[in-house]
């Protein structure tokens, strides 16, 4: 029995004997002894412990048998908590705000003794939140914090980190190349690239070889990596070094359209990551458009080692390689592809034209993609796998060519689809063979046209809030929903309707100073519009009256804080679109 004192020093504890019995109840004499000495008789005894290890033990008689039975007491003095911050110590002004939005995670703090926490966050002085978790606006420079959280009696515990909040490095403004801003970056910095077309030499085969971050302020349609199909080329090639004990290797690649690569040995062509000295980097490859480039292995993405592979909103089109055409994957623990659209690449006799996963791999789980159109000269066109388990869910596979009887998915031994739109059928939960009727597939246009059965077919349960295009779930009024939970389509794109939201980027809100943004419904039946805010909206701003096409959100914002705003619009004929973006008040 272990007691926790709450301020005392000693405590009153009752000894019961009345369980111990001979048949029937006893009633013969009880002895108590504490550590071997004489304590007191009865079947009941209330003892005062002070702090400490007691044995104490029961000797029964009755009916001339002797019977004992023994315990430890533990009476231990109340413990303070153990305060535990866990949060990046290094934050990057990605978006030019002058401040970030970052969230500080205290859930890894706990009381010896069971105790409840009150938890109060401090940064530089100043209480910004109360509970296991703080979410804050933090202004460039060096900033203190502080997490103290305190148990029922009073104790408390403390932990103090610092935080670097740092300005990015920019392309063109700062550095004229991509290569000049990797090699001034220091490890763990952040790289924002303005919209432009780079090429030549300083903008093709961009050689990272510590953790960064790269991005373009645009968005790949604005953004373009060209390597102009120069021999031995890649667009990125990272190769990570071993990662110091404590750190993880963290790698970031988003927003750019990358072609024209034409790597050469065992580097990828679009994007090349080299993992295998750091079994525990973090990889993320996210919005790119990835077109048009060859390799060896992995003609648009190649990826060996690491921990966590995030593929998620990427179009991977048009590539070649001997095998794996648009992604090569091999000895990644955990792969994750994500909305992602993987068209018209082709692999050689290595196969797999749409994705080929080997190695050492753990797992690799493919949700809300479409494979089409690839073509492997041998083994498995849309999906060769490695020898490890497979999950596919909420995917389209059409019209994907390989050798004759050969399915396009194979390979490995343990594959598991579900709620997926497979050319010629696949066994599993939803599973259908018909035909996805995309837009315009003649032109490589894969969203779905109003009448496709792949709408609102998904399990809704795993489908990302997004689809490939940064568009949300749609649930169509005139489509009956045949998944399962909430509504989502299969396939890399949502298909919208056609009533829409059209709202520009937000720009940042300033506290205390007016702000305004427009909406409008564009593609539906007026004249009448119905508009309301569903969630999210930053305090002190309104939602303006409005029966029109065009609506406002305006306001003097009163916290600051990220907010995501859903707003809704009904037209006359009662179709319905809803729209998320983020505010960012600072």
Not at 254 to 269: R, V, Y
Request: charged share 15%; proline share 9%; with cysteine.
């Amino acid at each position: 029995l272990s007691i926790g004192l709450q301020g005392e020093t000693s405590k009153l504890v009752t000894l019961s004997g009345f369980a111990s019995t001979c048949g029937a109840p006893v009633d013969g004499s009880y002895e108590w002894f504490l550590d071997g000495a004489p304590l007191g008789e009865g079947p009941e005894l209330v003892h005062e412990f002070g702090i400490g290890t007691w044995g104490v033990s029961l000797v029964v008689t009755a009916g001339g048998e002797v019977a004992e039975d023994s315990a430890t007491i533990l009476v231990v003095p109340n413990q303070p908590p153990v305060a535990d911050i866990s949060t990046p110590t290094l934050l990057v002004d990605e978006e030019g705000a002058g401040a970030v939005f970052s969230v500080f995670d205290g859930s890894g703090s706990f009381d010896p003794d069971g105790d409840p926490l009150a938890f109060e966050w401090r940064l530089d002085g100043d209480q910004v939140a109360t509970g296991a978790f703080a979410f804050a606006v933090v202004g460039l420079g060096l900033h203190d914090l502080e997490l103290r959280v305190t148990d029922d009696q009073g104790a408390e515990g403390t932990a103090q980190v610092q935080i670097l909040v740092k300005e990015p490095i920019q392309v063109p403004l700062d550095y004229p190349t991509l290569q000049a801003a990797v090699d001034a970056a220091l490890p763990y910095d952040a790289i924002v690239v303005a919209p432009g077309v780079y090429k030549g030499p300083g903008n093709r085969d961009v050689s990272i070889d510590q953790p960064l971050t790269i991005l373009s302020l645009a968005g790949p349609d604005a953004t373009i990596v060209d390597c102009e199909n120069q021999p031995s080329t890649s667009g990125f090639r990272v190769v990570l070094p071993p990662a110091p004990e404590g750190f993880v290797g963290i790698v970031r690649i988003e927003g750019f359209t990358i072609q024209g690569a034409s790597a050469a040995g065992p580097q990828g062509g679009g994007i090349s990551i080299d993992a295998t000295q750091d079994p525990g980097a973090w990889l993320t490859v996210r919005n790119n458009r990835i077109r048009k480039n060859k390799a060896t292995t992995g003609g648009g993405v190649s990826v060996r080692g690491g921990d966590w592979l995030y593929l998620a909103g990427n179009r991977i089109e048009g590539n070649a390689a001997w095998a794996g055409g648009g992604i090569h994957v091999a000895d990644t623990a955990s792969v994750y592809v994500r909305d992602c659209v993987i068209a018209g690449n082709v692999a050689g006799p290595g196969g797999g034209a749409g994705i080929l996963t080997a190695g050492a791999s753990s797992s690799v789980q493919i949700v809300g993609a479409t494979i089409v159109r690839n073509r492997s000269t041998a083994g498995p066109s849309a999906l060769y796998c490695g020898p490890f388990p497979h999950g596919v869910v909420d995917s389209i596979l059409w019209e994907n060519a390989g050798p004759s009887g050969v399915p396009p998915i194979g390979g490995g031994p343990d594959v598991v689809v579900n709620y997926s739109d497979v050319q010629g059928g696949w066994p599993g939960l939803g599973n259908v063979d018909v035909d996805p009727l995309f837009l315009g597939p003649a032109a490589g246009d894969w969203h779905l046209a109003p009448t496709s059965p792949c709408i609102d077919a998904a399990n809704g349960f795993v489908a990302s809030p997004y689809d490939v295009e940064g568009n949300p779930r749609y649930d169509d009024p005139g489509v009956a929903n045949t998944g399962i939970g909430p509504a989502a389509d299969l396939g890399a794109h949502e298909y919208q309707g056609t009533l829409e939201i059209v709202v520009g980027t937000p720009p940042p809100a300033v506290l205390g100073t007016p702000y305004s943004i427009a909406m409008t419904a564009a593609g539906g039946d007026g004249p009448t519009y119905q508009w309301q805010v569903l969630q999210g909206l930053p305090p002190g701003l309104a939602l303006l009256p409005s029966d029109g096409p065009t609506a406002t959100i305006a306001g003097v914002p009163t916290q600051k804080g990220p907010y995501a705003v859903t707003v809704q619009v009904t037209d006359s004929a009662g179709e319905i679109a809803t729209r998320t973006f983020w505010i960012y008040v600072f």
